[in-house]
């Protein structure tokens, strides 16, 4: 079965530095790849998609993620992370089944601390 | 433009009661999805419409779940008899179109409602 793995359920960074956070996606199909952020009590913001073309995907705030079918990753991250940044990412997948519906990650929760 | 709407957006039910959640989706958008997410299951796909096909259940937990489109717009989704286990927040989706295998649409997520079976 199609699934998507995010490496780490926590990731603490200081505000300012560099976030990476991790995604791996099974390999059996080439899907599209999204990454959403939950803030609390908000829905779900897509960040940005990969749909085969440019493998260096920019979104919004400064996030971008990287395609890259050699490691099945789809890694986020942005330089200089910010307060605001402090939600639950969900690396997301469709792989084009006959619903088209999404497969997610469990997520990851970013803290930021001032 | 408005996107997607969800009422109520908390609700605190008694186990063994029905309760309705309704979606509005995105105006012309005709694809639309239900996700549940929970503690314990992450998000989960539920069910889902695409214009005036039957819908694909296939997500659905139970026959106690069930849900409509009406008029290829609002969709209800309907716990018969909830169980505590149902507490979730529930998540409706819409998308613009299907093309292709589907893959590449981006779905736009309304703000969910809490169902909280006491």
């Known amino acids: 079965a199609q699934s998507v793995t995010q490496l780490d359920s926590h990731v603490s960074v200081s505000e300012g530095t560099p976030v990476l956070l991790r995604c791996n996606y099974s390999?059996?199909?080439?899907?599209?790849l999204f990454w959403y952020v939950q803030h609390p009590n908000k829905g779900l913001q897509l960040l940005l998609k990969?749909?085969?073309?440019?493998?260096l995907v920019k979104g919004i705030n400064g996030f971008e993620a990287e395609f890259k079918k050699s490691e099945t990753s789809f890694h986020l991250t942005k330089p200089s992370a910010h307060m605001s940044d402090a939600a639950e990412y969900f690396c997301?997948?469709?792989?084009?089944?006959?619903?088209?519906?999404?497969?997610f990650g469990k997520g990851t929760k970013l803290s930021v601390k001032p | 433009g408005a996107g997607v709407s969800q009422s109520p957006s908390n609700k605190v039910t008694e186990k063994g009661k029905d309760v309705e959640l309704r979606c509005d989706p995105i105006?012309?958008?005709?694809?639309l999805y239900w996700y549940r997410q929970s503690l314990g299951q992450g998000l989960e796909f539920l069910i889902y419409?695409?214009?005036?096909?039957?819908?694909?259940k296939s997500g659905l937990p139970s026959d106690r779940f069930s849900a409509e489109r009406t008029g290829g717009s609002v969709s209800t989704l309907t716990i018969q008899r909830t169980q505590q286990e149902d507490s979730a927040v529930y998540l409706c989706?819409?998308?613009?179109?299907?093309?292709?295998?589907?893959?590449?649409?981006?779905?736009?997520f309304g703000p969910g409602t809490r169902l909280t079976v006491l």
């Open positions: 997301v997948s469709n792989y084009g089944g006959s619903q088209g519906n999404l497969i």
């Open positions: 390999s059996s199909y080439s899907p599209s």
């Open positions: 419409f695409q214009g005036n096909s039957a819908p694909d």
């Open positions: 989706a819409s998308s613009p179109r299907i093309e292709g295998a589907h893959k590449t649409d981006t779905q736009y």
């Open positions: 990969y749909t085969s073309a440019a493998t």
């Open positions: 105006s012309g958008h005709t694809a």
